[in-house]
């Protein structure tokens, strides 16, 4: 069996006059053209230059070989202009992963304006807020807000994002205003399951001290817009991003709890298991239009 390469050097050979010259063109020495010439017969089970003979003349099978590896190496050269040509431009397949609530306020009208700019893209959108780590890498970009749990995959940055504890002014009328994180104990506290996060500790910090507490929730849910419809209709208290609440706040239907503690940031980030330099344009150029939609935090201004 011989390979692409075997057909170069063969090539190289059948256009020169002697394996001398060959040997020039390949800058290497006579006595390892003649090696490796006779490797390749040997594995053909042919003879594919005339001996002996001080010249470079073909058998018929040398002319066969020659014929079929022009043909191959020109289909080889072409396809590699293809492939050059394809790393230019956005093309392929490109699939998203991203939480439900943020995917489908920003990530879906986002990917929606990308594909439309780039007619030879497919867009793939999966909405979840409970993905397998095991199978990230199946995806070109996963968006993800939260604890990261796995360091092979590239992270980059999108916007920065805090999260709140807060709950509707009616709640805080009938129950009172806590005071300090441990008064949540007290409370009707309603939980987001995602991202396998332990999510009835929540880790508040105020200077250099950690004040952490365990809720026990009167309602969970798995999804984001009802845990905070709950909490819009002063059923408790609640633990969200600010992209998600920061509407709610400045419109006065919710209100902060605690705001002079902190919380673990949750910053939007994506997530790729390729460097910047391997990543194609279609992956590498969505990444760039998130953060240029992103990092302006269009939730403030909405």
């Known amino acids: 069996m011989i390979n692409s390469d075997d057909l170069r050097f063969f090539h190289v050979i059948a256009h020169h006059k002697t394996l001398a010259a060959a040997a020039r063109a390949l800058d290497i020495s006579p006595p390892s053209v003649t090696q490796r010439l006779q490797a390749i017969e040997t594995r053909l089970g042919v003879k594919l230059i005339q001996r002996p003979s001080r010249n470079v003349s073909l058998t018929d099978e040398g002319w066969l070989v020659l014929s079929r590896a022009e043909r191959v190496m020109s289909e080889l050269n072409e396809l590699q202009a293809v492939i050059d040509d394809r790393r230019q431009q956005v093309t392929g397949k490109l699939r998203v992963?991203?939480?439900?609530?943020?995917?489908?306020?920003?990530?879906?009208?986002?990917?929606?304006?990308?594909?439309?700019?780039?007619?030879?893209?497919?867009?793939?959108?999966?909405?979840?807020?409970?993905?397998?780590?095991?199978?990230?890498?199946?995806?070109?970009?996963?968006?993800?807000?939260?604890?990261?749990?796995?360091?092979?995959?590239?992270?980059?940055?999108?916007?920065?994002?805090?999260?709140?504890?807060?709950?509707?002014?009616?709640?805080?009328?009938?129950?009172?205003?806590?005071?300090?994180?441990?008064?949540?104990?007290?409370?009707?506290?309603?939980?987001?399951?995602?991202?396998?996060?332990?999510?009835?500790?929540?880790?508040?910090?105020?200077?250099?001290?950690?004040?952490?507490?365990?809720?026990?929730?009167?309602?969970?849910?798995?999804?984001?817009?009802?845990?905070?419809?709950?909490?819009?209709?002063?059923?408790?208290?609640?633990?969200?991003?600010?992209?998600?609440?920061?509407?709610?706040?400045?419109?006065g239907t919710l209100m902060r709890v605690l705001p002079d503690y902190r919380l673990p940031d949750a910053d939007i980030v994506a997530l790729t298991g390729e460097t910047a330099a391997s990543r194609s344009p279609r992956t590498e150029n969505f990444i760039n239009m998130l953060r240029d939609a992103l990092s302006s935090r269009p939730w403030e201004n909405s």
Request: proline fraction near 6%.
């Open 97 to 251: 992963l991203a939480p439900l609530g943020f995917g489908n306020d920003y990530i879906a009208p986002l990917l929606g304006r990308y594909a439309a700019t780039h007619p030879n893209l497919e867009a793939e959108l999966t909405l979840s807020d409970a993905p397998s780590w095991t199978s990230l890498h199946q995806w070109d970009v996963v968006i993800y807000i939260g604890e990261l749990r796995d360091s092979s995959m590239r992270c980059i940055r999108l916007a920065k994002n805090s999260r709140f504890v807060c709950a509707a002014p009616n709640y805080i009328e009938r129950h009172g205003m806590p005071e300090v994180p441990d008064d949540l104990q007290r409370h009707s506290c309603i939980a987001l399951r995602e991202n396998s996060e332990d999510v009835t500790l929540w880790r508040f910090r105020r200077g250099i001290h950690d004040f952490p507490v365990r809720i026990r929730p009167r309602l969970a849910s798995n999804e984001g817009r009802v845990v905070k419809e709950w909490a819009l209709a002063g059923w408790g208290i609640i633990m969200r991003s600010e992209w998600d609440v920061t509407q709610q706040i400045n419109e």
